[in-house]
């Protein structure tokens, strides 16, 4: 049985820079048509010219395949002037709570600093993207910010807030709660709880932020997913870290994912017999709510054993994926229809 996506997008995802982008760029433009790319970089991405230079340097590392990065820069407080430059190179600008997760110092300290740049951005049509986090105990950090996303959707009724990688029951809620709020999911977090993280023994490669829940809370992620709901979409969130920074006593949170996204999310729909929702998740509800066109790339999938290798290797880089050294029953065909002639 082949499977064909057309334009599959990943509204979420960490290309990393230097070695780590040699080695992950090619394992996403493989499999999607584009993507959005993350800007917390080291220093993050922060000004019209690292977002063009980051955008040169992702094409360079995705060789000839037909990829486009929807780029994004550091959300901080931004002039008119330096948005009007930005809101031409841009897909939207992603919000860090400071300390909230990787790279994330220099984001927002108080969201009251971060008004007068919102409103702007809603001017200008930019939307905002968010990793909604407190800095409260680990399993409440998303459920105390949905207070300040829904503060945000009441404050810009205009300006389109993209909660990232949701990973809770109330966070599904509030999606229907008001129309300029979306979503994205990743794939761990249909897959998977807090127990798979933690309930035996460790496993640093299933650890992220936000943490996966309970539950519950995957059922109501899974159930809005294969709903097909539109304002929900895939982000994989694939955050790699070298091997020896998630096997580690201060273990990086980051889940790799790109290289098994697509064959598995094909798997997990099938399984719930929702194959015919896959297209619209990975690609329909995005390019409806955002307005995208993203470039003309099928990309097929067979029901053909997948053995996912134990690790990504190159450039002086070695990864370890989600479900390392398991087998999954769908794999990506090999065609030549997703490289630039
Ligand atoms: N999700 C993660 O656990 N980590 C991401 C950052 C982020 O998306 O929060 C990363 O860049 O490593
Ligand atoms: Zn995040
Ligand atoms: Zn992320």
Known sequence: MILELHSPLDMHLHLRDGDMLKLVAPLSSASFAGAVVMPNLVPPVADAEAVQAYRGRIMDACGGDVFKPYMTAFFRSYTEKELERLRDLVFGIKLYPAGATTNSEGGVKAMKDAEATMAMMQEMGIPLLVHGETHGFVMDREAEFLDIYRNLAEQFPRLTICMEHITTAAAVRLLDEFENLAATVTLQHLLITLD?????????????????????????????????????????????????????????????????????LAALFEEHDALDRLQGFVSGHACALYGLTPPAKTVRLERREMLVPDAYEGYGQKVVPMEAGCVIPWSLMQSGFTKMT
Do not use: N, Q, W, Y
């Open 196 to 264: 798979d993280v933690a309930g035996g023994m460790l496993r640093p490669h299933l650890f992220c932020k936000p943490i996966a829940k309970r539950p519950e809370d995957r059922e109501a992620l899974l159930k809005a997913a294969l709903s097909g709901h539109p304002r929900l979409m895939f982000g994989s969130d694939s955050a790699p870290h070298p091997v020896h920074a998630k096997e580690a006593c201060g273990c990086a949170a980051g889940v790799f994912t790109a290289p098994i996204a697509l064959p598995r």
